[in-house]
């Protein structure tokens, strides 16, 4: 056979492998990205310490390497994707009393959940997908026959200044036993000043606990677009501080969800929408779980025992 014989035959057999090639390519880039489906959580709690629990720095995680990355979406597809959270984080350091006395009184719970969009629901696929709905479902299982009504007061890019404005009207006269106030993202993404920010907070805490309600705070979530803000550490620290100096309850909501990302290796898009800021309909779903297991625990817990465990 001649040589240039040989070169044609070369040639026409790589031009056949070509379109075995994209074929092959073309499959792989498909699984690689396949939507995880959403599957409802369901909470296992990890076994809880004898001893207080004790604060988790908030720390922006470094670029991971690409060995230690979380795992893509579609990866997790095969197994449903569960919703578990160390006790620490379902933990509220203080006793709700005014919510124990309404559930040994026998009469229906009140709860108001206030907030910005990450209370309204933004992300969600639907209202009955936030989580203040979520979690009215999640305390009717542990409060039947007294039931529980949770009122949804979330709205979208409101801050601090804003909800304290809609207190009266939109929280205080529901008369609520518990309120949950759902704090400081939109500050943070907006670039405001933090100390403006420390004076509202506690301003409006004063008032929540002067109408007789119990009071949770819930931080900031963690999501792409809240971590990369250089205010982001300090706003958590400043919530956190604040809900001791006032002596109220603080749902370490950033915590919890840096712990899917960074600890459990979740990827983002299973817990946050796809605008990178909000949370998705498991993301809801589970804080409302984890939110629940805590609120029954300090409802009915004796409040010597809490008093002893409270942080000084």
């Known amino acids: ?22 074929v092959a390519f073309a499959a792989a880039h498909a699984e690689m990205t396949a939507p995880a489906p959403f599957v409802a959580p369901d909470v296992t709690p990890a076994a809880a310490s004898s001893a207080p629990p004790t604060a988790i720095p908030a720390i922006i995680p470094a670029p991971a390497k690409s060995a230690a990355a979380p795992a893509p979406a579609a990866a997790l597809a095969a197994a449903p994707v569960a919703c578990t959270a160390p006790a620490e984080f379902s933990h509220l350091n203080l006793p709700l009393a005014h919510t124990a006395r309404r559930i ?4 229906p719970l009140t709860v108001v959940a206030v907030g910005s969009s990450s209370t309204a629901g933004a992300g969600a696929s639907s209202p009955s997908a936030s989580y203040p709905s979520r979690l009215a479902v999640e305390l009717d299982k542990r409060f039947a026959p007294e039931g529980v009504t949770v009122f949804n007061r979330g709205v ?23 309120v949950l106030w759902q704090v ?13 920010h ?26 792409p677009r809240v971590i990369a ?4 550490l300090d706003m958590v620290d400043q919530i956190a501080l604040t809900a001791k100096e006032e002596n109220v309850d603080l749902f370490r909501r950033f915590a919890m969800m840096r712990a899917w990302y960074e600890e459990q290796h979740l990827p983002f898009d299973v817990f946050v929408s796809p605008d990178g800021l909000h949370m ?26 809490a008093a002893a465990h409270a942080p000084r």
């Open 1 to 22: 056979m001649f040589p240039y014989h040989r070169k044609a035959i070369s040639c026409v057999a790589q031009a056949a492998a070509v379109p075995a090639v994209l």
């Open 280 to 305: 998705n309909d498991w993301g809801y779903a589970c804080v409302a779980k984890v939110l629940a297991r805590g609120i029954a625990e300090a409802a009915t817990r004796p409040i010597a025992s």
């Open 104 to 107: 040994a009184s026998g009469k």
């Open 156 to 178: 979208n890019g409101e801050e601090t200044s804003d909800m304290m404005a809609r207190f009266e009207n939109g929280v205080i006269a529901e008369h609520p036993q518990l």
């Open 229 to 232: 803000k250089t205010e982001t």
């Open 184 to 196: 400081g993202t939109n500050s943070v993404l907006r670039d405001h000043p933090l100390a403006p």
């Open 198 to 223: 420390a004076t509202q907070l506690h301003e409006g805490i004063e008032e929540l606990k002067a109408s007789g309600a119990d009071v949770v705070l819930m931080d900031l979530q963690y999501s």
